[in-house]
């Protein structure tokens, strides 16, 4: 990625996205990841809850393990907001037909001691960031449709 894409989606986030959106406070736990075998610490260092026209979604600037870039940014939706093993048994599926999206189990306020299971989607662009918008949204529909099945079998 080059450092003018980078700086041009750090200018857009400031601008038009994190403006508009709430930052949330708290300590949130480090998002991990496994890079080449070697799990990898990716330590919070703003969270956001975006509002009007991307109500529903949050925006996760971490610390990168790595010092090019120093910091990677994270588009969030909720998938459910209380997580159990057998939501994220039914969600795996239909993330994995879509490329570089994460699902982790993650208190998004920590004093409630609720578990919601998002889906993350890493941004690169700025136009990278609205594919992820419209990705992560078909994602929690396919997901908010295969509940309904399982509700009417039973």
């Not at 990625?1 to 480090?30: C, D, H, Q």
């Amino acid at each position: 990625m080059t450092s003018t894409s980078r700086e041009s989606l750090e200018s857009f986030l400031k601008t038009e996205i994190i403006k508009k959106a709430m930052e949330l406070k708290g300590r949130y736990p480090s998002i991990s990841e496994i890079v080449e075998g070697t799990p990898r610490i990716l330590k919070i260092k703003n969270f956001y809850e975006m509002k009007e026209e991307f109500k529903n979604y949050y925006l996760i600037k971490v610390k990168n393990y790595n010092n090019e870039p120093k910091f990677r940014h994270f588009l969030a939706i909720i998938l459910a907001s209380q997580s159990s093993d057998f939501l994220v048994s039914i969600a795996k599926e239909p993330i994995k037909e879509i490329s570089n999206i994460k699902l982790i189990q993650f208190s998004i306020y920590p004093k409630n001691f609720r578990i919601s299971l998002l889906s993350l989607k890493e941004i690169r662009d700025k136009e990278d960031f609205l594919k992820s918008v419209k990705i992560l949204k078909d994602l929690r529909i396919n997901f908010k449709k295969k509940l309904d099945k399982i509700k009417n079998l039973i």
